[in-house]
């Protein structure tokens, strides 16, 4: 019998990470993985662009990913290149075998 974190993680695959429903295909520190971003809930938490007086500004992604897919929880502070862009983690957060990451990058 599945317990219900057997469940869970099935769903992931089958429905939240899935590219033709939510996901996309990305690369992430050269691997690729299916990505959800998600601009709203982002919105949500704060603002999306910060001005900075030096004349750059922060862009901000929050992402989803498979817990499987992506390895370890990565540390707040470590830089992963999400496709061709660095970014910093300034969140990371597991959530039933998916994890919220918000990233971080500054453009001049």
Same mark, same amino acid.
């Given at each position: 019998?599945?317990?219900f974190k057997?469940?869970i993680?099935?769903?992931i695959?089958s429905?939240?990470?899935?590219?033709?429903?939510?996901s996309?295909?990305?690369?992430?520190?050269?691997?690729e993985m299916?990505?959800?971003?998600?601009g709203?809930? %982002?919105l949500?938490?704060?603002k999306?662009?910060?001005d900075? &007086?030096?004349? %750059?500004?922060l862009?901000?992604?929050?992402?989803?990913? &498979?817990a499987?897919?992506?390895?370890?929880?990565?540390?707040?502070?470590?830089?992963?290149k999400?496709?061709?862009?660095?970014?910093?983690?300034?969140?990371?957060? &597991?959530?039933?075998c998916?994890?919220?990451?918000?990233?971080?990058a500054y453009?001049g």
């Amino acid at each position: 019998m599945k317990t219900f974190k057997d469940i869970i993680k099935q769903d992931i695959k089958s429905t939240f990470i899935n590219d033709n429903e939510f996901s996309e295909k990305h690369r992430i520190d050269g691997k690729e993985m299916s990505v959800i971003t998600d601009g709203i809930e %982002l919105l949500e938490r704060e603002k999306k662009v910060k001005d900075k &007086a030096d004349g %750059l500004f922060l862009k901000q992604k929050l992402i989803y990913v &498979a817990a499987e897919d992506f390895g370890p929880l990565p540390r707040i502070g470590r830089i992963i290149k999400l496709d061709k862009y660095d970014y910093r983690i300034i969140d990371a957060i &597991a959530e039933n075998c998916m994890y919220s990451l918000t990233l971080e990058a500054y453009k001049g």
